[in-house]
DNA sequence: GCAATGACTGGTA
DNA sequence: TTACCAGCCATTG
């Protein structure tokens, strides 16, 4: 089975520390690791987000990952995340929904 | 070791 | 608002 490196574990971790109905952007992730960058993140997700609420994590835009606008506008829905455009282009209220963890 | 790639970001047109 | 460009950082061939 494969294990994943401490960056990935750490990153993973903030993704599920994530409350339902908030987003955090990548480029945020990677700030607040104080490691990496946006791109790293996002490999992290494209690896191992199929354990994590990747959908939680969008670009700075509002906009989420792209080939998954559909899968993810379905959880925002569910969870009810302020979105600013309900259809394709399909983005976020960063302004509200972005969500900052304590530590800063 | 170098070049290309990627679930990125910010600035300018 | 969208489109294009340059910068950034780690992985991969």
Redesign the pocket.
Known sequence: MSEIDDYSAQVLDVVDSIPAGQVM???DIAEYLGA?????V??V??RY?GGAP?WR?I???GTP??G?ETRALEHYLAEGTPLRSAAP?VRVNMRQAQYIPPGE
């Not at 990496?36 to 790293?40: A, E, F, K, L, S």
């Open positions: 952007s990548y480029g990496g960058g946006p791109r790293q996002g490999r997700l494209s987000g990747w994590v670009h700075a835009d990952a792209e998954h282009p």
